[in-house]
C-alpha cells in the first residue's frame, strides 16, 4: 500500500464529499421544482443518501481490505467498484425519470462542475511530486484533463450565460472532455502493476486500489463522464442546435 501523505487524503476526501454534497443537492432542488409532494422530496432525497452512503461505504471496505491489489487476478478486480457506476449511469439514460429531473436544471449546470478537475489534477500532481504516482498521470506527462476544469466556467458562461457563443462550441467541448477523460482512464491501467502494464517508469500506479483513492474510478471519474453524457445529450437533443429534432 502506497504511503499517502495525510493533506493530500483529506484534500481528495473533501472533494468526493463536496461531489456526493452536489448530487444530494441537485436532487433536492429537481424536488423542488418540480413542485412535488413534501412527503415524496422527503423519499428521493432519503433514497439518494442511501445510495451515495452504501456506495462509498462499499468502496471504502473494498479499499481498505486490499482485495482489490491481485494484479494477477483476470479480470482485474478493481472492476468490482468501477463497472457498477457504469451499469448504473446506463440505467439513468433508460429512465424517464432521470430525463425529467435533469430538465429541470440549464445546460450550464453540467459544465460548470466540470471545473473540479483542476482541483483533481492538483491533487494528482502533489501525489506525483510526493513520488507516489508516475508522471504520466499528472499534466507534466500525458494527463491535459486539467484542461477541461479550466475552460469549464469559460464555455459555460459564454455559451449559457452571455449567449454569445454558439451551443456547438459546448457540444465540441463536450466531445473533447470525454476524450481527455477516457485518455487518463487508459494511462492510469497502462501505468498499474498488470502484466498487461506499457508504462515501466515507477512508482506503478497502486492508489486507486487503496482508501481513500479507489474514490476516483468509482465517484470522481463517473460523476465526469455522467456530467458529460448529460450535457451532450441535452444539446444534441435541443431544437436550437439543429443537429437533432426530438420532442423531449
Same mark, same amino acid.
Given at each position: 500500500?502506497?504511503?499517502?501523505?495525510?493533506?493530500?487524503?483529506?484534500?481528495?476526501?473533501?472533494?468526493?464529499? =463536496?461531489?456526493?454534497?452536489?448530487?444530494?443537492?441537485?436532487?433536492?432542488?429537481?424536488?423542488?421544482?418540480?413542485?412535488?409532494?413534501?412527503?415524496?422530496?422527503?423519499?428521493?432525497?432519503?433514497?439518494?443518501?442511501?445510495?451515495?452512503?452504501?456506495?462509498?461505504?462499499?468502496?471504502?471496505?473494498?479499499?481498505?481490505?486490499?482485495?482489490?491489489?491481485?494484479?494477477?487476478?483476470?479480470?482485474?478486480?478493481?472492476?468490482?467498484?468501477?463497472?457498477?457506476?457504469?451499469?448504473?449511469?446506463?440505467?439513468?439514460?433508460?429512465?424517464? =425519470?432521470?430525463?425529467?429531473?435533469?430538465?429541470?436544471?440549464?445546460?450550464?449546470?453540467?459544465?460548470?462542475?466540470?471545473?473540479?478537475?483542476?482541483?483533481?489534477?492538483? &491533487?494528482?500532481?502533489?501525489?506525483?511530486?510526493?513520488?507516489?504516482?508516475?508522471?504520466?498521470?499528472?499534466?507534466?506527462?500525458?494527463?491535459?484533463?486539467?484542461?477541461?476544469?479550466?475552460?469549464?466556467?469559460?464555455?459555460?458562461?459564454?455559451?449559457?450565460?452571455?449567449?454569445?457563443?454558439?451551443?456547438?462550441?459546448?457540444?465540441?467541448?463536450?466531445?473533447? =472532455?470525454?476524450?481527455?477523460? =477516457?485518455? &487518463?482512464?487508459?494511462?492510469?491501467?497502462?501505468?498499474?502493476?498488470?502484466?498487461?502494464?506499457?508504462?515501466?517508469?515507477?512508482?506503478?500506479?497502486?492508489?486507486?486500489?487503496?482508501?481513500?483513492?479507489?474514490?476516483?474510478?468509482?465517484?470522481?471519474?463517473?460523476?465526469?463522464?455522467?456530467?458529460?453524457?448529460?450535457?451532450?445529450?441535452?444539446?444534441?437533443?435541443?431544437?436550437?442546435?439543429?443537429?437533432?429534432?426530438?420532442?423531449?
Amino acid at each position: 500500500m502506497p504511503i499517502i501523505p495525510l493533506h493530500i487524503s483529506a484534500l481528495f476526501i473533501a472533494l468526493v464529499f =463536496g461531489i456526493a454534497f452536489l448530487i444530494i443537492i441537485s436532487v433536492q432542488v429537481c424536488g423542488r421544482r418540480l413542485y412535488l409532494p413534501f412527503e415524496e422530496r422527503r423519499k428521493n432525497m432519503a433514497s439518494s443518501f442511501a445510495v451515495i452512503f452504501v456506495w462509498l461505504t462499499y468502496t471504502l471496505i473494498m479499499g481498505l481490505s486490499g482485495y482489490l491489489a491481485d494484479f494477477t487476478f483476470m479480470p482485474p478486480k478493481i472492476l468490482l467498484v468501477t463497472l457498477p457506476p457504469l451499469l448504473f449511469i446506463l440505467i439513468l439514460f433508460l429512465s424517464k =425519470g432521470f430525463h425529467r429531473l435533469h430538465q429541470q436544471f440549464d445546460n450550464f449546470w453540467f459544465i460548470y462542475p466540470q471545473s473540479f478537475r483542476i482541483l483533481m489534477e492538483f &491533487i494528482l500532481w502533489l501525489l506525483y511530486r510526493y513520488k507516489v504516482i508516475p508522471v504520466q498521470m499528472t499534466f507534466e506527462g500525458i494527463n491535459f484533463d486539467i484542461l477541461v476544469g479550466v475552460t469549464a466556467p469559460i464555455v459555460a458562461y459564454y455559451c449559457f450565460n452571455k449567449k454569445s457563443w454558439s451551443p456547438k462550441v459546448a457540444v465540441v467541448w463536450n466531445i473533447a =472532455g470525454l476524450i481527455l477523460l =477516457g485518455n &487518463i482512464v487508459v494511462v492510469a491501467i497502462l501505468s498499474s502493476p498488470y502484466p498487461f502494464r506499457a508504462f515501466a517508469n515507477d512508482p506503478a500506479n497502486t492508489i486507486v486500489f487503496y482508501f481513500p483513492f479507489v474514490w476516483l474510478p468509482s465517484v470522481v471519474v463517473p460523476f465526469a463522464l455522467l456530467l458529460h453524457l448529460i450535457s451532450l445529450r441535452r444539446l444534441l437533443l435541443k431544437n436550437s442546435i439543429g443537429i437533432l429534432r426530438i420532442d423531449t
